[in-house]
């Protein structure tokens, strides 16, 4: 049995501000972007892992939610309280550089982390943390 990750999901508020930092900051490229009963969901992804897909989605993309529910998800992603994705890249430091530049909100600057990685992180628009790690260099 072959089993890998095809997709996975970053809740975002605001789709044309997600593609600002996530294709012309992070060099994702666009695969999918599509609307569905009110709602839109972008696939992005590495052009390294074209089998591996980003979908942005809102908060909470269920049509059959509750005002209730969406506000609550929509509130714990403005406070960064969702999870966060964790991205390698081969230049830790250059990509801190690349997307500080840009304007990226810096939760923490590269460091050598016990764990064995290079690590670095930011929130992007709408709030959600994301690493880049970088396997330490012996």
Same mark, same amino acid.
């Given at each position: ?6 997709? $996975? ?82 230049? $830790? ?26 690590? $670095? ?18």
């Amino acid at each position: 049995m072959n089993i890998k990750l095809s997709q $996975c999901f970053i809740a975002v508020d605001d789709h044309d501000k997600a593609l600002a930092f996530y294709r012309d900051v992070l060099g994702l490229e666009v695969r999918n972007d599509v609307g569905f009963e009110g709602m839109r969901w972008v696939t992005v992804g590495a052009p390294s892992q074209p089998d591996v897909e980003i979908v942005l989605e809102p908060p909470l993309a269920d049509p059959n939610a509750s005002p209730a529910d969406k506000k609550a998800m929509a509130e714990l992603l403005a406070k960064g309280l969702l999870r966060g994705v964790i991205f390698s890249t081969d230049d $830790c430091d250059a990509t801190f550089e690349r997307i500080r530049a840009a304007g990226g909100e810096v939760l923490q600057e590269p460091i050598d982390q016990p764990y064995g990685v290079r690590d $670095c992180a930011f929130r992007d628009p709408s709030g959600t943390m994301l690493r880049f790690s970088q396997p330490r260099r012996q």
